[in-house]
């Protein structure tokens, strides 16, 4: 059973920083694309970065210069690092990845991790 873990989520002052993690674990073979998504209350869910198995990054537009999102294949964990909050990144974030295990590829999503920002 391939799960998602996702921790470190949390209250955040405006203008501070919080790193969130996702850990892959079950039987895998490959992990090929990762990303971070959001839901705001009453917003559709947002992509907010992705990373490919190549490196290759994406970033919402609003989030750009202020998160960083980073993997570490050997242990099958993404990373989302986010810097210069603001009160509207407040929201759920979910982790999500594209996994291959026993049968074949698979969209695997993590359980949210609040992430509030306010004074």
Known sequence: QVQLVVSGGGLVQPGGSLRISCAASGIIFRIDDMGWYRQAPGKQRELVASLTSSGTTNYYDSVKGRFT????KTKKMVYLQMNSLKP????????NADILTITKTKNYWGQGTQVTVSS
């Open 69 to 72: 999102i980073s993997r570490d």
């Open 88 to 95: 509207e990144d407040t929201a759920v974030y979910y982790c």
